[in-house]
T-cell receptor
Framework: RKEVEQDPGPFNVPEGATVAFNCTYS??????FFWYRQDCRKEPKLLMS???SGNEDGRFTAQLNRASQYISLLIRDSKLSDSATYLC???????????FGRGTSLIVHP | NAGVTQTPKFRVLKTGQSMTLLCAQD?????MYWYRQDPGMGLRLIHY???????AKGEVPDGYNVSRLKKQNFLLGLESAAPSQTSVYFC???????????FGPGTRLTVT
């Protein structure tokens, strides 16, 4: 079983829609959690950290559920420019190595 | 402040040739990583380094070697390239105690 799992999608949504992605992780000792965004043929970039109490950055909301070992990303009022792959990343458990999920592809269409 | 840079951006090799990919960061980060990314496979860690002069194997180290002689540089070597090494290679760095990884723009390698 992969340590960090994501639905690869693609999620195909119209502009203005709300879309949510989940990511599950297997290491209960994990300490920090992130969402990265990767545009086609570009490098991944940090979108937002995920805090225990949940956090929001504009149209983006991230949540952590430690009991069930998953994190989520909610995007409201989707824009065409949100089309990308969203990578779930989990750190900690005594490791130097962040663990990446394989990514969820989002396509926002007019 | 250039962040993380990678050289070259593109390369085509014939089977059996060797090459070195260079990663450089100007953020004084302790940790550096080499990943490869293939369609449907996500990012897979090849090797990493937690400081100058130290390296360690990641998930897919076979066929690759690395060196970190200077803190700001992390080199990835392919001694005898194989078509299975056709991929996009990303380098990343992270500050000790920090959370965010900063990625370079990638090197697109094709082995024929």
């Amino acid at each position: 079983r992969k340590e960090v799992e994501q639905d690869p999608g693609p999620f195909n949504v119209p502009e203005g829609a709300t879309v949510a992605f989940n990511c599950t992780y297997s290491n209960s000792a994990s300490q920090s959690f992130f969402w990265y965004r990767q545009d086609c043929r570009k490098e991944p970039k940090l979108l937002m950290s995920v805090y225990s109490s949940g956090n929001e950055d504009g149209r983006f909301t991230a949540q952590l559920n430690r009991a069930s070992q998953y994190i989520s990303l909610l995007i409201r009022d989707s824009k065409l420019s949100d089309s990308a792959t969203y990578l779930c990343v989990v750190n900690g458990g005594g490791s130097y190595i962040p663990t990446f999920g394989r990514g969820t592809s989002l396509i926002v269409h007019p | 402040n250039a962040g993380v840079t990678q050289t070259p951006k593109f390369r085509v090799l014939k089977t059996g040739q060797s090459m070195t990919l260079l990663c450089a960061q100007d953020m004084n980060h302790e940790y550096m990583y080499w990943y490869r990314q293939d369609p449907g496979m996500g990012l897979r860690l090849i090797h990493y380094s937690v400081g100058e002069g130290t390296t360690a194997k990641g998930e897919v180290p076979d066929g690759y070697n690395v060196s970190r002689l200077k803190k700001q540089n992390f080199l990835l070597g392919l001694e005898s390239a194989a078509p299975s090494q056709t991929s996009v290679y990303f380098c990343a760095s992270r500050k000790q105690g920090g959370n965010e990884q900063y990625f370079g723009p990638g090197t697109r390698l094709t082995v024929t």
